[in-house]
């Protein structure tokens, strides 16, 4: 059977709206592609984002230029060797994988050569905004064991983060700045961090001007998000940061996120598991990277109005591997 590619661009209403440093929405704009062979059919979906000049539009140009690369039936090796990492190469992969999966009938974990892969506690984000606003938030998810808090609002993110700690006494923090502090800021941000008991602190500088980094003492680790796209990017994190932050639409797929975090092991990096806000069908194929991940970040269905059916379960913060029908 000849293979048969299809893209389609959805919309999934926000609870609310997610504000971080650099804006604030009220909707995710997701690209999905649908992969059919051999009486097998599977799917990717992507989150293109504007911080990386994306857009729907874009992203769709870029996955019907590879129209005929995906016709021809490439597989993922190829498909990494012919397009630059980002959205549209992750939609893409990720279909790849759902589709060999349900071709061969095993999990797409087992192509993967994990023998399992177990439920794991998410983060879960707290936007940007007032203090006030922000420290309500907080008591509102104060019984998830683990909250991301975004900052990167200038002098008053110490206040910020008080109100959030005072709400959310006993919960884990990690502080997500999203390129917003500035290196003469930083000592001041990084005290309030330490003073409110965070665990890790996300790309607090931006990643054009992260050298500085390297001769600046961590009181607290330090995890790169902007910094680091693929693999062949970590090694000049060392010395900069402690952890990475590794997200499919960043890579451009599963196939490279793998590598990635190889990669990240072998040069002594630990490992951040994020996502760009999407359904289900984001973050099923990145429970593959979990095992080998010190925080997990997949809350994005979680921050929707309504994820898609046969979306992933969570209970409470704790999120299950996917099941077949829904990818791999």
């Known amino acids: 059977m000849r293979r048969r590619l299809g893209i389609s661009v959805e919309t999934w209403p926000i609870a609310g709206s997610f504000t971080i440093a650099r804006g604030s929405r009220t909707e995710a704009r997701v690209v999905v592609v649908s992969l059919e062979e051999d009486g097998g059919r ?3 979906e992507c989150v293109p984002y504007a911080r990386y000049g994306e857009t729907a ?9 590879a129209r005929a690369l ?3 039936g490439c597989d993922r090796e190829a498909l990494r060797s012919a397009m630059p990492a980002g959205a549209a190469r992750n939609a893409l992969d990720c279909a790849l994988w759902d589709l060999e999966a349900k071709r061969a009938g095993v999990p797409a974990h087992v192509l993967a050569g994990l023998d399992r892969i177990a439920p794991v506690t998410t983060a879960f984000t707290i936007s940007l905004g007032e203090p006030a606003a922000m420290a309500a938030a907080a008591s509102a998810a104060a019984d998830r064991p683990i909250l991301k808090i975004k900052l990167g609002g200038g002098a008053r993110d110490p206040e910020r983060l008080a109100a959030v700690r005072k709400a959310a006494p006993d919960a884990t923090l990690i502080v997500d700045a999203n390129e917003g502090w500035r290196l003469d800021d930083l000592a001041m941000h990084l005290a309030a961090c330490v003073e409110a008991g965070v665990d890790l602190v996300e790309q607090p500088l931006p990643a054009a001007e992260d050298a500085a980094l390297a001769t600046f003492r961590h009181p607290l680790p330090i995890c790169a998000d902007e910094s680091a796209h693929i693999g062949g990017d970590l090694a000049a994190l060392v010395g900069r940061y402690d952890a990475v932050n590794i997200k499919l639409d960043k890579t451009g797929g599963l196939t490279e996120a793998l590598a990635a975090v190889a990669e990240a092991e072998r040069i002594g990096l630990a490992v951040m598991v994020g996502c760009m806000v999407g359904t289900s069908l984001s973050m099923a194929p990145a429970m593959l990277l979990t095992p080998k991940a010190r925080f997990v970040d997949l809350d994005g269905p979680l921050l929707l109005a309504e994820d898609r ?4 379960r969570y209970e409470d913060s704790v999120v299950f591997p996917p099941s077949p029908a829904l990818w791999g």
């Open 42 to 44: 599977g799917r990717g």
């Open 57 to 65: 539009e874009t992203v769709c140009r870029e996955i019907e230029s």
């Open 70 to 72: 995906i016709m021809s």
């Open 309 to 312: 059916p046969g979306g992933l």
